[in-house]
């Protein structure tokens, strides 16, 4: 079959990755999607069961440091577009090993700018787009006001955020440089399905389950702005699509919560789902060690996205999370895979240090 355009997705297997290739596989059937990962640890071909058998899906196991592997793979395929989200994605395992980080996300996107670079050189570049998905972290930390436009200065704190924040410089350099038609996104935390529970919504569904402490760090009193993941994935479709070149676009759920209002919440949703006492689940609230260089607040303004192009969260953030644990309780078999072997030991080994 002649497809009308091929796109290269990194990092699909993921949490966000495996919504976009879903919908972008679902939606544009007329459409190639390659798929890249390197299966880390948190990537999990289980993830996409549903489209692995599409006849315009393909997956290919692969490392985007591996220059002599992209450099191939875009001259054999001619990509059209990709979608750049691969990436070593955990504030606290960045602490404890920050190269990876510098390796995957730094060196990594820079090997995905060159082979665009030379590939795209000997073809008309129109209808083109280098799509880098970055994170509201390389804005640094707000106070108890205020929210990050895409004018705010970056002033990224962890080893993770310094290193989208590179990432986020090389692109727009290869753009401003070598003309590279590029467009970059940042936003804000995401929830919902597949997401490795290493981060705090999934963990807290799961260890409330088990009936296991609820780590919150420091007194709880730092603040996230969550986004259902699918209306990420949708925001994505839409700058891909319409985005202007050179541009930079902020999406965030305008939903902000403090950690520990939002683990009651959940404690609350859980209680209800698995038929417990009203205030049970809340009694595994264990108050650790604050994360080092912890953030104290994140808040996006995606006002221009909304103006611009049209964007719109589509679910209220009680839903989306009610929405969040149905999917975790129901797919017990999927948590269990990802939490057994070396996750379990890297996440007893950072519980007890604390
Ligand atoms: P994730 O950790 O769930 O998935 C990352 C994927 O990248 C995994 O499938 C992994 O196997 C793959 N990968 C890692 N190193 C690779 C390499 N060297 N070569 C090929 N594949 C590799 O991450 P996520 O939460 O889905 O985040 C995806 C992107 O979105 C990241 O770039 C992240 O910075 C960004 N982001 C995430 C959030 C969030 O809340 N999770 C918010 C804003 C932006
Ligand atoms: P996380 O899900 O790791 O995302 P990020 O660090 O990228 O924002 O953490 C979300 C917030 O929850 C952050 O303020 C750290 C906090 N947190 C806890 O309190 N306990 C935990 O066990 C985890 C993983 C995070």
């Known amino acids: 079959m002649n497809f009308k355009r091929t796109l290269l997705i990194t990092g699909g297997a993921g949490f966000i990755g495996s919504h976009v ?27 996409l069961t549903d489209i692995e058998r599409k006849a315009n899906y393909e ?33 606290d395992r960045s602490i404890a090993n920050p190269m ?21 050189k000997t073809i008309p570049s129109n209808n083109k787009i280098f799509y880098h998905v970055s994170t509201d972290e390389v804005y640094g930390a707000l106070g108890e006001t205020g929210m990050f436009t895409e004018q705010t200065k970056y002033d990224p704190h962890s080893p ?20 590279l038609p590029t467009v970059i996104s940042n936003c804000s935390n995401n929830y919902g399905s597949y997401h490795f529970p290493e981060k705090l919504i999934p963990l807290a569904i799961n260890n409330i389950k088990n009936n296991k402490p609820v780590p919150v760090y420091g007194k709880g009193e730092n603040v996230r702005d969550w986004l259902f993941v699918e209306d990420h994935a949708c925001a994505i479709d839409l700058i891909f699509h319409k985005g202007k ?57 995606s006002s221009k996205l909304q103006n ?12 989306g999370l009610e929405k969040t644990v149905d999917w975790y309780l129901a797919n017990q078999t999927w948590l269990q895979n990802v939490t057994s072997g070396s996750y379990q030991k890297y996440y007893e080994e950072q519980y007890t240090k604390r």
């Open 21 to 47: 290739v879903r919908l972008f596989v679902n939606k544009y059937p007329d459409y190639k999607i390659v798929n890249i990962d390197k299966l880390t640890y948190a990537g999990n071909l289980a993830n």
């Open 59 to 91: 997956f290919v196991k692969g490392d985007i440091c591996d220059s002599g592997f992209v450099q191939s793979l875009f001259a054999k395929l001619n990509f059209d577009g990709v979608i750049h989200l691969a990436a070593e994605s955990h504030v």
């Open 100 to 120: 990876e980080f510098v390796t995957t996300n730094v060196i990594g996107t820079v090997t995905l700018l060159n082979a665009a670079k030379e590939n795209w």
């Open 160 to 179: 993770y955020s310094a290193s989208k924040a590179s990432s986020d410089h090389f692109v727009r350099a290869y753009h401003d440089t070598y003309q």
């Open 245 to 301: 070149t050179g541009e930079t676009y902020n999406i965030g759920g305008n939903n902000e919560w403090k950690n520990i209002d939002l683990i009651n919440l959940l404690c609350k949703i859980m209680d209800k789902k698995l038929a417990r006492p009203d205030g049970e689940s809340a009694k595994l609230i264990t108050f650790v060690k604050d994360r080092a260089g912890h953030d104290l607040r994140y808040a996006i303004d």
């Open 308 to 319: 611009e192009l049209g964007w719109q969260p589509s679910l209220q953030f009680e839903e």
